[in-house]
């Protein structure tokens, strides 16, 4: 048993526009988020905002806790 698949969700849904005010700190944010496209694919939407500092959107996560990853240490 591994410890990612205990804790991965069953359903990940995100849409978020996110900007910090700085063309150049926007862009880094929406470059890391890039890099986990694959560990969270295309139910994961994030939109950059270069001119305001703002995070607003919906975050939808649904699975189950496991307490035997827990019970394991």
Not at 21 to 43: H, R
Request: proline residues 5%; glycine residues 12%.
């Amino acid at each position: 048993m591994s410890a990612g698949k205990d804790l991965k969700p069953d359903r990940v849904e995100v849409d978020l526009i996110v900007g910090t005010g700085d063309p150049a700190s926007t862009g880094e944010v929406l470059a890391v988020c890039g890099m986990l496209y694959p560990v969270f694919g295309p139910k994961v939407r994030i939109e950059g905002d270069f001119e305001r500092a703002r995070l607003e959107g919906c975050v939808f996560i649904k699975g189950k806790k496991s307490t035997k990853m827990m019970s394991q240490f």
